[in-house]
């Protein structure tokens, strides 16, 4: 029995297909069509063969939504089978989680059908807040305010709030409809960008804590999804409230296609963060290592292909930690100057460099306990990626070889793509980007 999930029509389009209770494949629109959060799925993906389809939200009371906000829309949603919106979300993560015991799920994002925030106990909706009160679209209106791309560059934010102070007061927009944008004069004309980022970021902190608390009343073990489960700084702080926390690796749109599939076989589901197209190649471990020492750079496109906006290896940009890279790198990627890159460590050497909250999808910040300003932010933390030994990536293998030869464990792990643009996905893909920014791809 093959189940296909299917979420588009806002952002960030994706599929999923189940042979069974194991996912055979799951990818973002945008790995194919080379639109970065391409709402569209393009029919040779939402065509795949499947005896059963299911979307990830139920459109029909999406559509009334916007009709009463007097929101433009154009539906053009022919699924029948559908799960809500935000349970989507929540079996994402409520089916593929690691420990057995029984589950509070928190959804936080945007919106859904009506829903900013819920709370689900044993499959049943417990707690919700409604649009247009929504800590996900106050995120987006902040950022678009300060000159960044909303439903995009949220991570871009988060990591300039290290930069600023939490002085001005958020509180007032949530009775605000932040579906658009802001009113000019809502803040100070000389407010500066970083203490905005700062004071959204605190107070996204803030609410979540609430939120979670009202949580654990249900269970001191969570899972936790949406849009704003990709604030790794909140999440840290989340970590510490439950004795088990999982996110699954994609928790926005894109992978509640995943979700509502699995809500739909309504059991554990057998899954790899690594779902997507297969480059069938057995990248070199000695040559990655090779490159690295000779040139300090080097891309990694093998293997399937991570579903989620994370790279966890195999459609990794990795560099040297122990040299002054940040810049280079950054210049590579047409990014900001300002913006930390993550390190990959192999595991059994995590607690000797980072204290905290660590796991191997890039979920949480842990303070840096190393001297390597490249993986380190200016607030002295990382969003640390633990490499298991058990790790499918190729990732794995190249870290014991960095390591074997250079005494260091950890390597600069950043995704195989330049700003505004989705990661490398295909063959394709890798002969472009070494043709257009110099830098060998194995």
């Keep these: 029995m093959k189940i296909k999930g299917l979420s588009y029509g806002f952002h960030d389009a994706a599929v999923a297909v189940f042979e069974d209770t194991k996912c055979i494949f799951a990818s973002s629109a945008e790995r194919y069509t080379k639109v970065k959060n391409d709402p569209i799925l393009p029919d040779y993906l939402k065509k795949l063969s499947a005896d059963q389809s299911v979307y990830y939200e139920d459109h029909f009371k999406k559509d009334d939504r916007l009709k009463q906000f007097n929101i433009p829309f154009v539906n053009d949603v022919d699924e029948v089978l559908h799960q809500e919106h935000h349970w989507s979300h929540a079996a994402a993560g409520y089916f593929t989680r690691p420990f057995q015991e029984e589950p509070v799920c928190v959804v936080i994002d945007a919106v859904g059908e009506w829903d900013t925030t819920s ?37 871009i934010t ?63 073990h969570l899972v936790y999804g949406g849009g704003v489960a990709l604030n790794c700084v909140a999440n840290s702080m989340i970590y510490k409230m439950f004795d088990n926390v999982h996110i699954f690796p994609n928790p926005g749109d894109a992978g509640s296609a995943f979700g509502c599939a699995a809500a739909l076989i309504n059991k554990t589901v057998d899954w790899s963060p690594y779902m997507g197209y297969d480059i069938k190649t057995n990248t070199n471990p000695k040559e990655v290592v090779n490159e690295l020492l000779e040139r300090s750079v080097v891309g990694v496109a093998n293997g399937k292909a991570e579903f989620g906006p994370r790279a966890l290896g195999n459609r990794s940009l990795l560099a040297d930690p122990r040299l002054d890279i940040k810049d280079t790198i950054n210049d590579i990627k047409r990014r900001q100057r300002f913006r930390p890159f993550a390190p990959a460590i192999l595991s059994e050497y995590a607690q000797e460099y980072f204290k905290g909250p660590m796991n191997q999808y890039m979920q949480f910040v842990a303070k840096a306990k190393h001297d390597y300003a490249s993986v380190t932010h200016v607030d002295g933390t990382a969003r640390v990626q633990v490499v298991e030994p058990e790790c499918e990536s190729v990732l794995r293998p190249i870290l014991e070889e960095w390591y074997d030869r250079t005494g260091c464990p950890i390597l600069l792990n950043t995704s195989l793509n330049i700003k505004g643009q989705p990661m490398v996905n295909d063959e394709q893909d890798v002969r472009k980007f070494e043709r257009k920014y110099g830098v060998r791809v194995l």
């Excluded at 107070?203 to 979670?212: L, V």
């Design 158 to 220: 988060m990591g300039l709030a290290a930069y600023g102070e939490p002085i001005y007061d958020m509180s007032p927009l949530l009775d605000i409809n932040c579906q658009y944008v802001l009113p000019p004069d809502i803040f100070p004309a000389n407010a500066r960008r970083e203490d905005l980022a700062a004071s959204v970021q605190y107070f996204t902190e803030k609410q979540i804590r609430k939120i979670m608390q009202l949580a654990r009343t249900f269970s001191n």
């Design 119 to 155: 709370i689900w106990y044993k499959g049943v909706k417990v707690h919700s807040w409604d649009y247009p009160r929504s800590l996900g679209l106050i995120y987006s209106a902040i950022t678009q305010y300060i000159g960044l791309k909303p439903m995009e560059d949220e991570y």
